[in-house]
């Protein structure tokens, strides 16, 4: 839900509206007529925007054609220089409602004179490798008919290739936080021309214990009245409340609560099991010929360690994206998935936030998670572009406790049932 009907600021407060220029004409033989999208009541379309040419040929390239209801309410309100603080889960596209307001504004606001190598226009910090790399690859699908230049500084990656990255001027940077602060530190890194930042799924970065280092980076860009900040996070506590305020001047504020919008294409179903039974049942449906790609959701690090050591030793071909795991090995573990080199993947929550992969056969919830919302995040892992995909939880006596807060949070009843015949 938007606060825009709320009472804005007193306009002396209030950060300059960006003026909007005329996109200028495309260099190439396309034209945004040869990108017809039908309007559609209730819904908003990025020709509805007056994007630069070269974005709209990128988004029709993409294959987007409406926004997702995060792009829409997001889009109003960026587009003319305002802050938003947006409240979404992994999946609705908040990815590129930040990049395509970044992306329209430097393609109608030239650089400013005197803009030094290293000194990135726009900066998105996000809490893990996988996730800042995913958005750089999105970034430059949006780019990729403009100039702009967009690059990443992330751990565990070659050092020295990101370091020559920064020795050239940048539109667009994006960061782990111990990695750009790093480089900062080094000098390698100027940020006091930082016009937009924005900070991504805040909620992680907060439990990961990354705050301290994004509050040192902050405080090398100009004051929050003369940049404009995002900020998103998939829930929206206290303390993320508390740091929204801090960092952003006047900020509309979007809700998009988590929803099912792929529920139709997704079997759930909810296996009653005793928790002793769960290994043996959960290694009977994987060796099912019918499963190809499964994520296998536990609670806990050790769970998730000892689940992929069991299934091992049972023949299964499985991989673990956890805490524990360094990132470098997270990103050769999930583009081993994502290639079909690894049929199951065992996983947190925190780890599972940052898989982005399509065709997902299979979600498991080998523990209910303890937050209803979770569950969503979960299960929105299949069922994706349209694709069938199946949810499957296991409900034993620890798990039974959550089972009414995640119906109730999806006001739906979910068909509780006995293993099939054979499973057990």
């Known amino acids: 839900m938007s606060e825009s009907d709320k009472t804005p600021a007193p306009a002396q407060n209030r950060k300059p509206k960006r003026r909007r220029r005329k996109p200028r004409r495309s260099q190439s033989q396309w034209d945004v007529k040869q990108f017809q999208v039908t309007p559609v009541a209730g819904k908003w379309r990025f020709h509805d925007f007056d994007l630069p040419v070269p974005l709209m040929r990128a988004i029709h390239a993409l ?19 305002g802050d938003v603080v947006g409240k979404a889960q992994t999946g609705t596209g908040k990815t590129a409602a930040f990049l395509i307001s970044i992306l329209a504004y430097f393609l109608e606001e030239k650089a400013p004179d005197g803009q030094k190598p290293g000194a990135p226009r ?6 893990t490798r996988e996730l800042a790399l995913q958005i750089e690859k999105d ?26 990255q920064l020795s ?3 539109d667009l940077l994006v960061a782990t936080p111990g990695r750009l602060l790093d480089f900062h530190e080094k000098r390698d890194v100027d940020l006091t021309q930082t016009e937009v930042l924005v900070l991504d799924e805040a909620d992680r970065m907060l439990s990961m214990g990354f705050i301290p280092d994004v509050k040192r980076i902050i405080q090398h ?31 509309t504020h979007v809700e998009i609560e988590a929803s099912l919008e792929n529920a139709a294409n997704i079997d759930q179903r909810v296996y009653l099991v005793g928790d002793s039974d ?8 994987l060796n099912q010929e019918s499963m190809e790609r499964v994520i296998v959701f536990g609670n806990r690090r050790d769970l998730v360690r000892n689940l992929d050591s069991s299934l091992r030793d049972a023949g299964i071909n499985v991989a ?39 065709d997902v056969s299979h979600v498991v919830n080998y523990t209910l998670p303890e937050d209803p ?3 969503v995040h979960r299960i929105g892992r299949t069922g994706r572009a349209g694709a069938e995909g199946v949810s499957i939880s296991f409900v034993g006596e620890e798990d039974a406790f959550a089972l009414p807060g995640i119906e109730s949070y999806i006001d739906a009843k979910l068909p509780c049932q006995h293993p099939p015949e054979g499973l057990l």
């Open 168 to 170: 050239r001027k940048l």
């Open 63 to 81: 294959g987007f054609e409406y926004c997702t209801p995060i792009q829409a309410e997001a889009l109003t309100h960026t587009l003319l220089g």
């Open 221 to 251: 860009t100009p004051k929050s009245e003369e940049r404009q900040t995002f900020l998103f996070s998939a829930t929206f506590s206290p303390d993320i409340l508390n740091l929204a305020r801090q960092w952003t001047h006047g900020a």
């Open 278 to 285: 769960k290994q043996r049942l959960l290694i009977n449906l």
């Open 122 to 127: 726009a900066l998105i910090i996000a809490p």
């Open 320 to 358: 673990m994206l956890s805490g524990d795991v360094p990132q470098k090995a997270r990103i050769e573990t999930l583009d081993r998935f994502r290639n079909g080199e690894v049929d199951v993947l065992v996983a947190t929550d925190v780890a599972g936030r940052g898989i982005h992969i399509d």
């Open 139 to 164: 970034a430059k699908a949006l780019a990729r008919f403009t100039s702009l230049n967009v690059a990443s500084v992330v751990g565990g990656m070659d050092y020295q290739k990101q370091r020559d």
């Open 373 to 375: 919302e979770d569950y």
